[in-house]
């Protein structure tokens, strides 16, 4: 495989990381926290609804996973393709 199809295929798998983290980030704090609100609010976590909890608490929580999960993700992606440090 040439260099310029290597980075091609490092930057088509980097991209499809990060848009695997907007979907998440954008699904977590605006689909659950404010769009599907009404619709998870009858679910209780903690002594408060679903909703209200990814709100304040839920997406912080998850977007720290996400953090980390894209952290681990593009450490592999790079021993794959060679370009670790």
Known sequence: ???????????????????VCL??????SYGFGIILR???SSISIGGTDLGFWFAQQGSI??????IFWYAARMNRLDREHGVDE
């Not at 495989?1 to 490092?10: E, I, L, V």
């Not at 979907?23 to 977590?28: G, H, K, P, S």
């Not at 929580?61 to 996400?66: A, E, G, P, T």
């Open 1 to 19: 495989m040439s260099d310029r199809q290597s980075s091609n295929a490092y930057w088509q798998a980097n991209l499809r990381i990060i848009w």
């Open 38 to 40: 009404p619709l998870i």
């Open 23 to 28: 979907i998440i980030w954008a699904l977590v």
């Open 61 to 66: 929580l998850i977007f720290i996973v996400l």
